[in-house]
Nanobody, 117 residues
Framework: EVQLVESGGGLVQPGGSLRLSCAASGFTFGSYHMTWLRQAPGKERELVAAIRRGGSTSYIDSVKGRFTISRDNAKNTMYLQMNSLKPEDTAVYYC???????????WGQGTQVTVSA
């Protein structure tokens, strides 16, 4: 059974940090492109960061320099280090695994991140 389980979300003050984790099982993690997406209330889901099976990374402009995506293939886990958090980063964060970019892939259940004073 394929599972993606996110953890690490919570409430943090502006300027604070969180590290999200996505633990994967049931598929060959190292062969998949991995992404973090988020969805804020009333907004469409957006792709925040991606790390390809080869290790290259990309980010949306609004998080560049603040967020870092990484993966540990030995632990079947992906991470998102989020620094200098802003209220506009508030959203449910999802991890996604795709073998091909055109696939819908596998999804986690999401973890809530709330940035508020």
């Amino acid at each position: 059974e394929v599972q993606l389980v996110e953890s690490g979300g919570g409430l943090v003050q502006p300027g604070g940090s969180l590290r999200l984790s996505c633990a994967a099982s049931g598929f060959t993690f190292g062969s998949y492109h991995m992404t973090w997406l988020r969805q804020a209330p009333g907004k469409e889901r957006e792709l925040v960061a991606a790390i390809r099976r080869g290790g290259s990374t990309s980010y949306i402009d609004s998080v560049k320099g603040r967020f870092t995506i990484s993966r540990d293939n030995a632990k079947n886990t992906m991470y998102l280090q989020m620094n200098s958090l802003k209220p506009e980063d508030t959203a449910v964060y999802y991890c996604n695994a795709r073998f091909q970019w055109s696939d819908n892939g596998y999804w986690g259940q999401g973890t809530q991140v709330t940035v508020s004073a």
